[in-house]
């Protein structure tokens, strides 16, 4: 039985404990604020609740997993509910288009109503991912992987120069397709320029596996991972920040704390790795995705009627997304800007003719600093700046022996399933008691 210490209680963290808990570790997490979950917490005000950090995720199949064998299945805990539109699309010139998850069949119908052939075009963009999607599963996101040997066609993959702009450039003459494919990643604050093509990949795992979200909010997801480390006794220290590693003859040995040492065998890092002057020299050149503006907005009277989540494209992007938890009669928006905001992000709406400014009875503004400060870094992880990016990470492994690396920055990509994939490497590379 190894003496795990786990830095972080975000996501990344909670997966990795229960995991390794379950392997028969004996494990410690330590969280530098006074409650677990980091970006899957609420937000709350007058009544109003929203989920400040992600509303939804792919492939479910990671969270079915990581309870399958952490102990009771996901179904006893949480329900999992599919969304039948991924987003919905408002370009400025009036158009709009409604993506549909987790069919080939009904995104085709659903392009084709933006203009004659479009839903082929789009089909066939998000078909040319499959080969990548496998390559990318099999040799990167389900097992350990070894930077400096790498399978051949993974190498070919990662190391490809294709950047994610000029293949939608080629693929897309219609420059409101390229916006679609572009945004999940210009929500995320990158650059096109300097994503990977095969990154888009994300659109084939849309299509394929659709967008779940989680019943009552994504924090519930938070809470019973909680409740899953006390069930197979995880020692959980809140309020308890990590200074940094230990390390004697290049072997980690304890975690620092203000109060003291936390003596380990195996230490798991899910955190911004640059919070550990240990580790932060090999992070040297890479930085971290800044989140967005965020604006959470308590509404009351009649409200225009919109799907969970709708984009208006311009300059500034806005992401809207309705599914907050509101008194009745009320409503609960969350709208996250991303671009030049030079004007209230209630104004900006309006101009797209989505006008709430006469609703609002109550409102919470969250600047990208405020983000980071309250989370301790970013939960969008990596800043993508070309291919080498990837092997610029750590993680699961990391050089120093017997540290691993889970959580966003320890990704191929933000977001909950990627996170919760990280922590079932560090799982497999750590092993069972």
């Not at 952490?70 to 370009?91: A, D, N, T």
């Not at 990318?136 to 051949?152: I, S």
């Not at 990704?411 to 069972?432: D, E, H, K, M, R």
Request: proline share 7%.
């Amino acid at each position: 039985m190894a003496r795990v210490v786990v830095v972080g209680g975000g996501f990344g963290g909670l997966a990795s404990a229960a995991r390794l808990a379950k392997l028969g570790h004996d494990v410690t997490l330590l969280e530098r604020s006074e409650t677990l979950g980091g970006a899957l917490s609420l937000e709350s005000e007058d009544g109003f609740a929203w989920d400040a950090g992600p509303t939804a995720t792919l492939l479910p199949a990671v969270i079915r997993d990581l309870f399958r064998k952490s102990g009771r299945p996901v179904e006893k805990e949480l329900e999992l509910e599919p969304l039948e539109v991924i987003r919905e699309h408002r370009f400025e010139d009036d158009t709009r288009v409604s993506v549909p998850g987790g069919s080939r069949a009904a995104q085709a119908e659903a392009f084709d109503a933006m203009g004659p052939g479009l839903g082929q075009v789009w089909v066939d963009h998000v078909a040319s991912y499959a080969d990548d999607w496998d390559v990318l599963r099999r040799g990167y996101l389900e097992q350990p992987w070894d930077r400096d040997n790498l399978p051949r066609d993974l190498a070919a993959l990662l190391e490809s120069r294709e950047v994610l702009h000029k293949r939608l450039k080629r693929t897309f003459k219609d420059d409101r397709l390229r916006e679609i494919a572009g945004h999940p990643f210009v929500a995320e604050g990158h650059d096109l320029r300097n994503v990977p093509a095969w990154a888009g990949v994300l659109a084939y795992v849309e299509q394929r596996f659709g967008v779940w979200t989680v019943s009552g909010g994504m924090a519930a997801l938070a809470t019973a991972l909680g409740d899953r480390l006390a069930t197979r006794g995880v020692t959980v220290l809140t309020g308890t920040p990590a200074r940094d590693l230990v390390v004697r003859d290049g072997r980690v040995v304890a975690v620092a704390t203000e109060t003291g040492q936390l003596d380990a065998d195996v230490v798991v890092c899910a955190i911004d790795p640059r919070r550990l002057p240990t580790l932060a020299p090999f992070v040297q050149r890479t930085m971290p995705a800044i989140p967005p503006v965020v604006c959470h907005l308590g509404l009351a009277g009649e409200v225009p009627d919109l799907p969970r989540e709708v984009v208006l494209h311009g300059d500034p992007v806005l992401t809207i997304r309705t599914g907050g938890r509101a008194p009745d009669g009320c409503a609960a928006w969350t709208v996250h800007g991303r671009g030049r905001l030079a004007e209230d992000i209630t104004r900006a709406m309006a101009r797209h003719r989505i006008d709430v400014r006469p609703n609002v009875v109550t409102r919470v503004d969250r600047s990208p600093r405020d983000l980071v400060e309250r989370w301790g870094g970013s939960p969008l992880g990596v800043l993508w700046q070309g291919r080498a990016t990837v092997k610029q990470r750590l993680g699961p492994t990391t050089p120093i022996a017997g540290v691993y690396a889970a959580g966003a920055h320890a990704t191929p990509g933000s977001g909950l399933p990627f996170v919760g994939l990280s922590a079932a490497l560090v799982a497999q590379a750590i092993g069972p008691a």
